[in-house]
């Protein structure tokens, strides 16, 4: 089934951790993006990727980084997790003109501790 | 800066009820686009639909309806006859033409009951 996947489902970790959320999708969009949602803010952006080998900054890049290696991955990084950043993380995929809608992934749940 | 104000934190309505949610959106830009998505209690998102500046004709699906006023820069959503299965979170969305981000506002938590 065609679509976008993203792993960990869940994950609970330590603050000053590590942390890299996955994201593939297979409909071959140029466009990629990253939202945390949280209560009573809706979706922000984190990072967006136009085509492969380009990103940049959303509303809310701090404390995070991505790469756009390929086409289909779309990875995010938090280099030291603090409890701010518990939230759930959205990946997203669309066509490159902005007409077209966004599809999301199933999102991922993290606690940071 | 564009921005979207989504005014109703929650609703609740009786099953059959029509209810309307509330979307009002600033953006500088001419050109722009709005959308609706659902997330139900399951946590994915569903896109709903997608409507550029242009066109205000209201749209009707089923029971969804939308009716977009850009005089008072604002797109609502009125589901007639609503069901349990409606109960989810809504989200008024705005894009630029130009433009990689999609400006959500807070969400509408709608609830159904029987």
């Known amino acids: 089934i065609a679509g976008i996947t993203q792993a960990p489902t869940s994950q609970i970790l330590a603050a000053g951790r590590r942390m890299t959320l996955r994201c593939t999708q297979d409909?071959?969009?140029?466009?990629m993006y990253w939202y945390r949602q949280d209560l009573g803010l809706g979706l922000r952006l984190i990072h967006y990727s136009n085509t492969a080998g380009t990103t940049g900054k959303g509303e809310v890049p701090d404390g995070y980084s991505v790469s756009r290696a390929n086409t289909d991955d779309f990875p995010l990084t938090l280099a030291s997790a603090v409890p701010s950043q518990t939230s759930v993380y959205f990946c997203?995929?669309?066509?490159?003109?902005?007409?077209?809608?966004?599809?999301f992934g199933p999102g991922t749940r993290l606690t940071v501790l | 800066a564009q921005k979207v104000t989504q005014a109703q934190t929650e609703i609740s309505v009786v099953e059959k009820e029509d209810v309307t949610l509330d979307c009002v959106y600033e953006?500088?830009?001419?050109?722009?686009?709005l959308f609706w998505y659902k997330q139900p209690p399951s946590g994915e998102l569903v896109f709903l639909i997608r409507?550029?500046?242009?066109?205000?004709q209201n749209e009707i699906s089923g029971r969804y309806s939308w009716n977009f006023q850009k005089s008072t820069s604002s797109f609502n959503f009125t589901i007639t006859a609503s069901q349990v299965v409606d109960s989810a979170v809504y989200f008024c969305?705005?894009?630029?033409?130009?433009?990689?981000?999609?400006?959500f506002g807070a969400g509408t938590i709608l609830r159904v009951k029987s």
């Open positions: 997203a995929s669309s066509d490159s003109s902005s007409i077209y809608e966004q599809f």
């Open positions: 409909m071959r969009h140029n466009a």
């Open positions: 409507r550029n500046s242009f066109d205000e």
């Open positions: 953006t500088r830009d001419t050109t722009y686009y």
């Open positions: 969305a705005l894009r630029a033409l130009y433009g990689n981000k999609l400006v």
